[in-house]
């Protein structure tokens, strides 16, 4: 069975940092495309960070400099560094995983900025 569990989320002032954890089993890890994502209330999930295989990472222009996305094969984990978090940083963090038409999502952790 596989899944993708994220931790790491909570409430923390506007500036502050946070580091979140994707923990995956039931796949291949080192194998897999990993993202993280974001979604608001009523708005559309939206990609945060990307990982390939290879380390190579790409990030959403809002959180370019700020954040900082990581995997650790060997622990089958992805992480994601929120660095200068914003009031508009808030949403639920969703992870994903995906290697040509397979893709998992996990159930999300939130995070909240505000003083």
């Known amino acids: 069975q596989v899944q993708l569990v994220e931790s790491g989320g909570g409430l923390v002032q506007p500036g502050g940092s946070l580091r979140l954890s994707c923990a995956a089993s039931?796949?291949?890890?080192?194998?897999?495309?990993m993202q993280w994502y974001r979604q608001t209330p009523g708005n559309e999930r939206e990609l945060v960070a990307g990982i390939t295989p290879r380390g190579t990472t790409n990030y959403a222009d809002s959180v370019k400099g700020r954040f900082a996305i990581s995997r650790d094969d060997a622990k089958k984990t992805m992480y994601l560094h929120l660095n200068s978090l914003k009031v508009e940083d808030t949403a639920v963090y969703y992870c994903?995983?995906?290697?040509?038409?397979?893709?998992?999502w996990g159930k999300g952790t939130l995070v909240t900025v505000s003083s």
């Open positions: 994903n995983g995906r290697r040509g038409a397979l893709q998992y």
């Open positions: 039931g796949i291949t890890f080192g194998l897999y495309d």
